[in-house]
């Protein structure tokens, strides 16, 4: 299957920082990548979805300046948490979309990236 | 009301045990849906997808009722390594246009 790497896969910080975290697609382009956050016990809540080469559309309740969206090239996302706060402590898991047929159907299959589990002191 | 719903478990069943999780859906304009297995903390996987007529992966098996907006899956013959949170996963409308929408997950336990 399709490869997605996510890098770092574990951060520590200070309260304040900013730390970005890149998500690349190994094998295949992905014209979407969406980024999604994990809390404790929680499930997956995607946050954005970000295509090549335009601006990233948010979910309802994520604020778009304290996460900030690159998707540059048809392999690399990255996301950035600006002043990062304990509050913002989670699992953060990117996804990478392709296309494929099946069936005669298309349907498009997303790949997990391994996430990255960010620890904001 | 949230867009996909789980009972979270857990479930404790002992080896050889047969187990069905349950899950339903908000959006009637959902056109995919899968479950995912997750291991403690790490990402989610594709376990199988879910098709109207129902389908089996040797041990597993999915089944879709699109009037009832239900989702099931039933594990036979549970094995240890079946211990995970089972995830279920619909392909339904986004800010964007469409997406992965994840329930909070059901937590299995086997023990021998």
């Known amino acids: 299957g399709a490869v997605v790497s996510q890098h770092p896969s574990r951060v520590i910080c200070k309260s304040g920082t900013s730390v970005k975290i890149e998500c690349r697609s190994l094998d295949f382009q992905a014209t979407t990548m969406f980024w999604y956050r994990q809390f404790p016990k929680q499930s997956l809540m995607l946050m954005a979805t970000?295509?090549?080469?335009?601006?990233?559309?948010?979910e309802q309740g994520v604020e778009k300046d304290k996460f900030l969206i690159n998707h540059a090239s048809l392999t690399l996302s990255t996301l950035t948490v600006t002043s990062a706060h304990p509050e913002d402590s989670s699992f953060y898991i990117c996804?990478?979309?392709?296309?494929?047929?099946?069936?005669?159907?298309?349907?498009?299959?997303?790949?997990f990236g391994p996430g990255t589990r960010l620890t904001v002191l | 009301r949230k867009e996909v719903e789980q009972d979270p478990g857990p479930f404790n069943v002992p080896e050889g045990a047969t187990v069905a999780f349950n899950c339903t859906y908000s959006n009637s304009a959902s056109q995919s849906f899968f479950w995912y297995r997750q291991d403690c903390r790490k990402e989610p996987k594709l376990l199988m997808s879910?098709?109207?007529s129902g389908n089996e992966d040797g041990r597993f098996t999915a089944q879709l009722n699109r009037a009832s907006q239900y989702i099931s899956l039933l594990i036979r013959d549970s094995k240890l390594s079946d211990s995970a949170t089972y995830l279920c996963v619909v392909n339904t409308a986004s800010q964007a246009g469409t997406a992965l929408i994840f329930g909070k997950g059901t937590t299995l336990s086997v023990s021998s």
């Open positions: 879910v098709y109207s």
């Open positions: 996804s990478a979309r392709s296309m494929e047929t099946s069936g005669g159907g298309a349907y498009n299959e997303q790949f």
């Open positions: 970000s295509n090549e080469g335009s601006k990233a559309t948010y």
